[in-house]
C-alpha cells in the first residue's frame, strides 16, 4: 500500500492543488474518488492530494457549452437531470455501467479520464461528444480537445497537470438524432472488453447528415474512428453500408490479447458493438435499417 506517504493535504481552491503537486516533485499524486489510485498504490507516492474540498464537483451550462466540474462523481452523473437530457442521456448511461453503485458514489469523471485507462467508459462518449478539457498547472490553464489531453497524458506531460472540468458542446438535437453507447464486459460490473459510442443525425431522406463513431479497449486509448464517420456520411444507412462499416472498423482497431480477452475476440467485438450503436443511432432519429 502506501507505506511511503509522509503527508495527505487537503486543498481548497485549484491554485493550492497545483502548488502542492508541483512541490511534491513528481513523488505528489491526486486523488479523488480513490478507486483506481488504490489499486495501483504505487510506491512511490510521498504526498496524497484529495481534490474532494477544490470545488470541483458541478454540472453547469455555460452559454452553449455543459460543463463537468473534474469530482463530480460517476453516480452525480447517472442521476443528472441535465446530463440525462444531454445527447439521449449517453454519459448518464455510460456512467451507470461502470462498476458497482459503491465505486460510483466514489469515482469521479476527472479521474477516470486522469487514469488513462484504454478501457475508461467516460472517454468515450465524451469523444463522441467533441469534449474539451480545462486543465491547471505551474504554467497557468489551458483548454484542449479531449482526444489531445489523452494523446499528452499518454506521452506523461500532463503528470503535473491537475484536470479542472470537461466542456461539452451543444451537440445536434432533435427528432432526427440518435445516440447510443455499448458495453461488453465479462460481467455486469466489470470493465469494458470493448466499448463504443455513437451519435447521429439524418437528413430529412434518412441521410447520414452528421456522425461520431468512437471506441474503447481496443488500441492505447479510446479514439474516434473518423474514416467510418466519412464513408457513411452523406448515404443512407443500411445493412450493406452497415457491413461496410463494419469492416472499416476491423481494418482500424489495434486491439491486444490480455486476461480478460484476445485480440480477434476484441476485434469481432468492435464490428459488433459499432453495428449496434449505429443501429440503435439510426432507429432512435425514426428510421430503420
Ligand atoms: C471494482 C472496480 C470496478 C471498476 N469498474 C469500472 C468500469 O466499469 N468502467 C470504468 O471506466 N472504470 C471502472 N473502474 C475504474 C475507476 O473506478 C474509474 O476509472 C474512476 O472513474 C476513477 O476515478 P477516481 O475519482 O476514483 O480516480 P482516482 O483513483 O482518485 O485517481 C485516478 C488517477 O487519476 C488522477 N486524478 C484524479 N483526479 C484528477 C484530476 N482532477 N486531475 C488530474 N489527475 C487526476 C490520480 O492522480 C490517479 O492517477 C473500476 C474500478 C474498480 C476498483
Given at each position: 500500500?502506501?507505506?511511503?506517504?509522509?503527508?495527505f493535504y487537503r486543498p481548497?481552491?485549484?491554485?493550492?492543488?497545483?502548488?502542492?503537486?508541483?512541490?511534491?516533485?513528481?513523488?505528489?499524486?491526486l486523488v479523488a474518488?480513490?478507486?483506481?489510485?488504490?489499486?495501483?498504490?504505487?510506491?512511490?507516492?510521498?504526498?496524497l492530494i484529495d481534490l474532494t474540498r477544490?470545488?470541483?464537483?458541478?454540472?453547469?451550462?455555460?452559454?452553449?457549452?455543459?460543463?463537468?466540474?473534474?469530482?463530480?462523481?460517476?453516480?452525480?452523473?447517472?442521476?443528472?437531470?441535465?446530463?440525462?437530457?444531454?445527447?439521449?442521456?449517453?454519459?448518464?448511461?455510460?456512467?451507470?455501467?461502470?462498476?458497482?453503485?459503491?465505486?460510483?458514489?466514489?469515482?469521479?469523471?476527472?479521474?477516470?479520464?486522469?487514469?488513462?485507462?484504454?478501457?475508461?467508459?467516460?472517454?468515450?462518449?465524451?469523444?463522441?461528444?467533441?469534449?474539451?478539457?480545462?486543465?491547471?498547472?505551474?504554467?497557468?490553464?489551458?483548454?484542449?480537445?479531449?482526444?489531445?489531453?489523452?494523446?499528452?497524458?499518454?506521452?506523461?506531460?500532463?503528470?503535473?497537470?491537475?484536470?479542472?472540468?470537461?466542456?461539452?458542446?451543444?451537440?445536434?438535437?432533435?427528432?432526427?438524432?440518435?445516440?447510443?453507447?455499448?458495453?461488453?464486459?465479462?460481467?455486469?460490473?466489470?470493465?469494458?472488453?470493448?466499448?463504443?459510442?455513437?451519435?447521429?443525425?439524418?437528413?430529412?431522406?434518412?441521410?447520414?447528415?452528421?456522425?461520431?463513431?468512437?471506441?474503447?479497449?481496443?488500441?492505447?486509448?479510446?479514439?474516434?474512428?473518423?474514416?467510418?464517420?466519412?464513408?457513411?456520411?452523406?448515404?443512407?444507412?443500411?445493412?450493406?453500408?452497415?457491413?461496410?462499416?463494419?469492416?472499416?472498423?476491423?481494418?482500424?482497431?489495434?486491439?491486444?490479447?490480455?486476461?480478460?480477452?484476445?485480440?480477434?475476440?476484441?476485434?469481432?467485438?468492435?464490428?459488433?458493438?459499432?453495428?449496434?450503436?449505429?443501429?440503435?443511432?439510426?432507429?432512435?432519429?425514426?428510421?430503420?435499417?
Amino acid at each position: 500500500m502506501f507505506d511511503k506517504v509522509e503527508a495527505f493535504y487537503r486543498p481548497e481552491s485549484i491554485p493550492e492543488a497545483v502548488r502542492l503537486l508541483e512541490r511534491g516533485k513528481g513523488h505528489a499524486r491526486l486523488v479523488a474518488g480513490g478507486t483506481d489510485l488504490t489499486v495501483e498504490a504505487a510506491r512511490s507516492v510521498r504526498f496524497l492530494i484529495d481534490l474532494t474540498r477544490a470545488g470541483l464537483s458541478y454540472i453547469r451550462k455555460r452559454d452553449s457549452v455543459c460543463t463537468i466540474g473534474a469530482t463530480t462523481t460517476l453516480a452525480e452523473l447517472e442521476d443528472s437531470t441535465a446530463i440525462r437530457a444531454l445527447a439521449g442521456g449517453l454519459i448518464s448511461q455510460a456512467a451507470a455501467t461502470c462498476g458497482s453503485v459503491q465505486i460510483r458514489n466514489l469515482a469521479t469523471l476527472g479521474g477516470n479520464l486522469a487514469h488513462g485507462s484504454p478501457a475508461a467508459d467516460m472517454v468515450t462518449p465524451l469523444l463522441a461528444l467533441d469534449a474539451f478539457v480545462l486543465v491547471a498547472n505551474a504554467h497557468g490553464r489551458s483548454k484542449m480537445r479531449l482526444a489531445q489531453y489523452l494523446e499528452r497524458s499518454r506521452e506523461h506531460e500532463m503528470s503535473r497537470s491537475l484536470l479542472v472540468e470537461v466542456g461539452i458542446p451543444d451537440p445536434p438535437h432533435g427528432a432526427r438524432c440518435g445516440w447510443s453507447f455499448q458495453k461488453f464486459g465479462r460481467t455486469e460490473i466489470d470493465i469494458s472488453l470493448v466499448n463504443a459510442a455513437a451519435g447521429l443525425q439524418l437528413d430529412g431522406h434518412g441521410r447520414v447528415k452528421w456522425a461520431r463513431l468512437s471506441l474503447g479497449a481496443v488500441a492505447e486509448c479510446p479514439f474516434r474512428l473518423l474514416s467510418v464517420e466519412q464513408l457513411i456520411t452523406g448515404r443512407e444507412l443500411d445493412h450493406t453500408l452497415l457491413a461496410e462499416a463494419g469492416d472499416q472498423v476491423i481494418r482500424e482497431v489495434k486491439p491486444v490479447n490480455d486476461l480478460r480477452a484476445s485480440a480477434e475476440f476484441r476485434r469481432d467485438l468492435s464490428r459488433v458493438l459499432a453495428g449496434r450503436a449505429l443501429e440503435e443511432c439510426v432507429e432512435q432519429a425514426g428510421h430503420t435499417l
